[in-house]
């Protein structure tokens, strides 16, 4: 076993206490008693519960939640078809436009994106409110998930689905039996960033909202530009929660995955 | 009736597929990336009115030929020489390249050494720091950026250790000042940063090493010589990541940034909401785009170059 060297000792936990004191000061001062959030005033779940009862922010959440379920399923849906045509469809009219199309939008500032598709909206005559908001983010995350989707898709072997195809399957059935399965977990991952990515955006959904439709970010942005505020604190404190719940499931459940497919193999091995 | 999967018309009825699904994503990426940014192109030649909306001229399609003349004919540079005009323009241009490359720098001496230190770790250790460095990359960034209000305003956490432990007798102002934008564009960015860098490093042949030290090379010369060289297109990779979005931002400037931080995302947004200049505004967006392609396209080719290397 290597041993680290005190700089290397010293570069992680200082690193590490970069990437998480940060969080870890705002999850401890949502606990705080005191309206001002940098006098301690002992301990209390005051921001708990005031947050519960203001209906402004559970209407947010609940309008953002709605956003990212619909948004990344299509997302899925279109980015997963994307990276099929990048990979498998070869050569056709346009093909290079369509490839800039699908790697634009990851480096376009969101300001760009927000404006643009705001005047859309409006050019077309299109009311702004959930609606928009759930066109906009499909089509920015549905390039995020075509990027890792395509990744899985280039490393598999494709002679699986030429076998299918010879074997009476229709293209259809050969992806849904023998692609689908394979790429499953990139597909997975690929929903999942672009659920977290709907979840956080501020600056495309307030181009693409109207006033009948506000956000999670929106409602945050709004509430903190003035200054930090205990009830945020609360609320970031049970965001950061989900997702370090989520973050370490899904760690662990691959690594379940991964030992279960290891012991699998041991045994073909032995058979 | 033929069984299935050996119908008649399989051929053409693959084609007809193959055509659908090209055209589904096709037509969408279309209709909401393509035109939306050709709009904003648009406007951005137009003029601008008090009126709903606020620019002219609409295409008038009821005056048929002459209408698509006279809308064409009405369009022109305008807004464009007004930003050169206004020296905010170019100086929040300017400012965001210099924020963003710094900010780059820094965030590259900040990723490296945690990179590195992640690479030379024990191999069992690997995927607990890998997580600890993906974690914060899921978790809201706006939350992120606002978790160093609370830390560096004045009568914040970091005032109050400094004078606490007597390094400073009264606060230093660090919120709302380009200091503050720099802190926040390192933090949100640096996994972006070691990823790319930690990457690299992992694939690094430690033999290489080992010869090196045998053939009498120092550690330190080894790194320069070895280490550092063969983490290039990782470093590169990551300072790309960091450097493009961090010129368009929004959020950092907004929350961290005081009123003089010049940021060209900023003025955009305010352009739109604030000043309701909508032909402005685009016009901010499209010298924007024209600024970001050349990183852009280097990043393309720079990927493209090292997918052709690996593969």
Sequence with gaps: MRRLSWFNVTSLTLGLAFLYLPMVVLVIYSFNASKLVTVWAGFSTRWYGELLHNEAFLDAAWVTLKVAVVSSTMATVLGTMAAYVLVRAGRFYGRTLFSGMIYAPLVMPEVITGLSLLLLFIGIGLDRGIFTIILAHTTFSMCYVSVVVSSRLVSFDRALEEAALDLGCTPFAAFRLVTLPIIAPAVIAGWLLAFTLSLDDLVIASFAAGPSATTLPIKIYSAVRLGVSPEINALSTIMIAIVTIGVITASLLTKRAAVRRNAEEHAADRA | ?311
């Design chain 2, 1 to 311: 009736m033929a069984r299935r999967g050996q119908r008649p018309q399989t051929v053409s009825g693959v084609a007809m597929r193959r055509l659908i699904l090209i055209a589904i994503p096709y037509l969408w990426l279309f209709a909401l990336f393509l035109i939306p940014f050709a709009i904003v192109l648009k406007i951005s030649l137009s003029d601008t009115v008090l009126a709903i909306p606020p620019y002219a001229p609409q295409i008038d399609l009821a005056a048929g030929w002459q209408g698509i003349k006279d809308f064409f004919g009405a369009l022109d540079g305008e807004n464009f020489v007004f930003l050169t005009s206004d020296d905010l323009y170019w100086k929040a241009y300017l400012s965001s390249l210099r924020i963003a490359a710094l900010s780059t720098l820094m965030t590259l001496l900040v990723g490296f050494p945690i990179a590195y230190a992640m690479a030379r770790a024990p191999d069992e250790w690997r995927p607990t720091l890998m997580m600890l460095v993906i974690l914060p990359f899921w978790t809201s960034f706006l939350i992120r950026v606002y978790s160093w209000m609370g830390i560096l305003a004045n009568e914040g956490i970091l005032n109050q250790v400094l004078t606490w432990t007597g390094i400073i007798d009264s606060p230093l102002q660090i919120l709302n000042t380009n200091t503050a934008v720099y802190i926040g564009i390192v933090y949100t960015y640096l996994p972006f940063m070691i990823l790319p860098i930690y990457a690299a490093l992992e694939r690094l042949d430690g033999s290489l090493l080992e010869a090196a030290e045998d053939l009498g090379c120092s550690r330190t010369s080894a790194f320069w010589l070895i280490t550092l060289p063969l983490s290039k297109n990782g470093v590169i990779a990551g300072c790309f990541l960091v450097f493009i979005p961090a010129v368009g931002e929004f959020v950092i400037p907004s929350l961290l940034g005081g009123s003089r931080t010049l940021m060209i995302g900023k003025v955009l947004w305010e352009e739109f909401f604030s000043n309701r200049d909508w032909p402005v505004a685009s016009a901010v967006a499209v010298v924007l785009l024209l600024i970001l392609v050349i990183p852009i396209v280097l990043f393309q080719r720079q990927e493209q170059k090292q997918r052709e290397a690996e593969g």
